[in-house]
């Protein structure tokens, strides 16, 4: 699989995520579609974006996810506290850390000829994507609380945006092309 250039020559936009293992993938999903169904919010899948990059149409994102694959295995992460913000894209999120997660970044950046200079690597799970009043986020952080939880990232997947879209702003749109099982180590 190309970066899905549509047949023209233009490099196609695609993001790079890291996915929870089982059983931590279905407890972050069900926490995720419980938001999105209280406040009106797309649904996604749980996941840390490691990387944005534009992929030439001979760059093929299969090859880089089999790369990252063999190189790295699952990657153990702690839960930060729950945070919020005005931005659609950081309206309900918990910062994680993890040893592997900077070298698993690099490494993604390194495979991709166009990485996005303006992507910051703040490694992260969105738990909702809406904006949505201070006062709402501020009281869904609160109750909504992962402190100090152990989550287990076994996969690496290449998403793109909806069909035709030049940036990722249509949650519901996103489309996972392709992941990969972390075996290496």
């Known amino acids: 699989m190309a970066g899905e250039g549509g047949g023209n020559d233009a490099p196609s936009l695609v993001a790079f995520w890291l996915q929870p293992a089982e059983p931590d993938e279905a407890r972050l999903t069900a926490l995720i579609r419980r938001l999105a169904a ?16 534009r ?6 994102a299969d090859a880089i996810l089999d790369r990252l694959a063999r190189g790295h295995g699952p ?5 930060g506290p729950t945070r919020h913000g005005p931005d659609l894209f950081r309206s309900l999120y918990v910062p994680v850390r993890g040893k592997a997660l900077g070298a698993l970044h ?6 991709c000829r166009h990485p996005d200079t303006d ?4 490694p992260h799970l969105s738990l909702m994507y809406r904006v949505v009043p ?10 909504e609380s992962l402190a100090g939880q152990r989550i287990v990232f076994d996969r690496v997947a290449v998403v ?13 749109g996103w489309r996972v092309m392709a992941r990969r099982k972390l075996a290496g180590g």
């Open 160 to 172: 793109c945006p909806a069909r035709r879209a030049e940036d990722f702003s249509n949650v519901e």
């Open 134 to 143: 201070e006062s709402v986020r501020a009281g869904l952080a609160a109750r």
């Open 119 to 122: 992507f910051q690597f703040l």
């Open 106 to 111: 690099q490494a993604t950046r390194a495979l």
């Open 75 to 79: 990657v153990d992460a702690v839960a």
């Open 38 to 53: 209280e406040h009106g919010a797309p649904v996604f899948g749980a996941h840390v974006s490691l990387d944005v990059a």
């Open 55 to 60: 992929l030439d149409p001979d760059e093929l």
